[in-house]
């Protein structure tokens, strides 16, 4: 299911989330978050997470290094009977372990629907129809890609597991998002970071 980014980010709306999103970003906002060695869940082992919010509510985020097993932007776009000229192989994310059937495209900031939400002022992300016809019709941004699902954290918990270290936060570049292969984006965005992630302790880990 494709909904509206201001439905799919309920109850993030609620909390203030949107809110924040169009003013200035706090926290981890923009940035990405990189699952240490040892992060104690498989679903997050070597996840690179586009972090769309972050602030005293919670935070969200949408991973962009696990492609999703024989689907494609493609297939998204014929299931949702939208047209498109290319054959659009490019894969679509798991975004994290919430709501899979929900949609998002992280995008550059050259294409802008009514409902894309800017990001800390980086990129966007939008969760309509209108992006998948602008993509379609090969006028939509010049860097995207397709997620579903996302991972959120309740108050205060992302800041548990950051003692605990189970993550660590690096600005990324664009670079990372939109141009990296996907197997390669958590060993790249470390090496932005200066660290070797060869050289990282698996327990409980620490670097």
């Known amino acids: 299911m494709w909904i ?17 999103m169009e003013t200035t970003p706090t926290f981890f906002t923009g940035q990405l978050l990189l699952a240490l060695p040892g992060i104690g869940d498989p679903r997050f082992e070597h996840a690179v997470i586009a972090m769309v919010s972050h ?11 696990d492609p999703i ?5 493609g297939a998204v776009l014929d299931q949702l009977e939208i047209e ?11 975004g994290g372990p919430v709501e899979q059937t929900r949609g998002f495209v992280i995008h550059s900031r050259d294409w802008a629907g009514a409902e894309a939400i800017q990001v800390a002022d ?5 969760s309509s129809h209108d992006i998948l016809r602008a993509i379609g019709e090969g006028r939509g941004p010049s860097h995207w890609l397709v997620a579903l699902g996302y991972a959120g954290w309740s108050p ?5 597991e950051m003692v605990r270290h189970g993550w660590h936060v690096t600005p ?13 984006r958590w060993q790249a965005a470390f090496a932005e970071a200066g660290v070797d992630s060869r050289l990282l302790a698996t327990e409980g880990g620490e670097a």
């Open 55 to 65: 602030d005293e509510d919670g935070a969200m985020g949408i991973g962009i290094a």
């Open 69 to 73: 097993d024989g689907m494609t932007v």
């Open 156 to 160: 205060g918990q992302l800041e548990e």
């Open 84 to 94: 498109h000229d290319d054959p659009l192989g490019q894969p679509v994310y798991l």
């Open 4 to 20: 509206d980014l201001p439905n799919a980010l309920d109850p993030f709306c609620r909390a203030g989330h949107y809110r924040s």
């Open 172 to 184: 990324g570049s664009d670079a990372i998002l939109f141009e990296t292969p996907p197997a390669s």
């Open 122 to 126: 980086r990129w966007m992300v939008s």
